[in-house]
């Protein structure tokens, strides 16, 4: 069966610093791969999707970039966090249909 | 206007009762609609997803969608305590591939089932 890794859990980071969130997805090959992000009291937002090695989408300008090294490895990151990056960041699979396999998530909270 | 839109709540029925979740729409080429549960601090799991207009039904769980008024809800039956998280709807366009994981969400509404 399909199993999605994401870590770390929770992360707090100073402002300026940088960051490195990794997805891993098992049991699957050539995966979608999406990157949300859920502020406070708010509906998730796409960030970035992929559809292979080396493709990366961007659906909003921001401080973050995407890469996928390996079909089935996604990484978000960024060069200096802003305070404004702090959220809940999600990473998730698809294949060709509409169910949406998210992980567990990243607390990340930027002071 | 937000493309979706989702009465945040909070929500609190006693255990047993009906629960009507709702969203409105305003993007007429959504055609994919799902409802998603989240609990604290998870990701969220898919409940159930239809296509177009009309009704689905799982276990307690019934989904229905009205194209016409740009509207979906989601009724659990029975509620139960282990029913208490978030609950997102999301939407999106036909198009195959990386268009059906391109949803816009909804902001979720909290629902709390009490004994």
């Known amino acids: 069966s399909q199993t999605i890794h994401q870590w770390p859990a929770t992360l707090v980071q100073p402002v300026g610093s940088p960051l490195s969130l990794e997805c891993t997805v098992e049991?699957?090959?050539?995966?979608?791969l999406y990157w949300y992000r859920q502020a406070a009291g708010r509906g998730l937002q796409l960030l970035f999707y992929?559809?292979?090695?080396?493709?990366i989408s961007s659906e909003v300008p921001q401080n973050l970039s995407a890469s996928r090294p390996q079909d089935r490895q996604f990484i978000l990151s960024s060069k200096k966090l802003l305070l404004s990056d702090s959220g809940f960041y999600l990473c998730?699979?698809?294949?060709?249909?509409?169910?949406?396999?998210f992980g567990s998530g990243t607390q990340l909270s930027v002071l | 206007q937000k493309e979706v839109e989702q009465d945040p709540g909070p929500l609190s029925v006693p255990e047993g009762a009906i629960v009507s979740l709702n969203c409105t729409y305003s993007?007429?080429?959504?055609?994919?609609f799902m409802w998603y549960r989240q609990y604290s601090r998870k990701g969220p799991e898919l409940l159930m997803y239809?296509?177009?207009?009309g009704n689905k039904e799982d276990g307690r769980f019934t989904a229905q969608v009205d194209k016409s008024s740009k509207y979906i809800s989601l009724f659990i039956r029975d509620s139960q305590p282990s029913d208490s998280a978030t609950y997102l709807c999301?939407?999106?366009?036909?198009?195959?591939?990386?268009?059906?994981?391109?949803?816009?969400f909804g902001q979720g509404t909290i629902l709390t089932v009490h004994p």
């Open positions: 049991g699957t090959s050539n995966p979608n």
């Open positions: 993007n007429s080429a959504f055609q994919y």
């Open positions: 999301a939407m999106s366009e036909v198009g195959g591939g990386t268009s059906y994981g391109k949803l816009t």
């Open positions: 992929s559809v292979g090695i080396g493709q």
């Open positions: 239809t296509y177009s207009s």
């Open positions: 998730a699979w698809s294949l060709s249909g509409p169910r949406l396999f």
